[in-house]
């Protein structure tokens, strides 16, 4: 049986959002998450910090994911930020590039400074 995944959406300004991400990232359970993060970005949340905290496992499945919305966001000139990276999925997206392709950081606060958006939320 899959674990459910479930996501929090929180707007912090006119163009960023922060979803907090719970539960594994498969094949499954992915979908949910690119229609939750394409529906940000077509509503003009062009910058998304995705939080993966929460998150103990993902495949390359979920690698693909992030970098769709990370293509979404680039054509509007905004970009996607992960941050809560450890363990499995650390290893899971240095194997498929996505650390290097996207940026990382430690927490969502430090993701909002570098967005420039930081005390907004």
């Given at each position: 049986?899959?674990?459910?995944l479930q996501i929090?959406?929180?707007?912090?300004?006119?163009?960023?959002?922060?979803?907090?991400?719970?539960?594994?990232l498969d094949a499954a359970t992915v979908?949910?998450?690119?229609?939750?993060?394409?529906?940000?970005?077509?509503?003009?949340?062009?910058?998304?910090?995705?939080?993966?905290?929460?998150?103990?496992?993902?495949?390359?499945?979920?690698?693909?994911?992030?970098?769709?919305?990370?293509?979404?966001?680039?054509?509007?000139?905004?970009?996607?930020?992960?941050?809560?990276?450890?363990?499995?999925?650390?290893?899971?997206?240095?194997?498929?590039?996505?650390?290097?392709?996207?940026?990382?950081?430690?927490?969502?606060?430090?993701?909002?400074?570098?967005?420039?958006?930081?005390?907004?939320?």
């Amino acid at each position: 049986m899959t674990e459910k995944l479930q996501i929090e959406a929180r707007r912090v300004g006119p163009t960023t959002a922060v979803l907090v991400v719970l539960g594994p990232l498969d094949a499954a359970t992915v979908p949910t998450l690119l229609a939750e993060g394409a529906g940000l970005v077509d509503a003009g949340h062009c910058n998304l910090v995705l939080d993966l905290t929460s998150v103990a496992s993902c495949d390359a499945a979920a690698a693909g994911v992030f970098l769709d919305l990370h293509q979404l966001a680039r054509n509007l000139s905004g970009q996607v930020v992960l941050t809560g990276i450890r363990g499995l999925v650390q290893r899971q997206l240095e194997r498929t590039a996505v650390i290097g392709t996207l940026r990382t950081t430690l927490n969502t606060r430090d993701a909002l400074i570098m967005l420039g958006t930081a005390g907004t939320g």
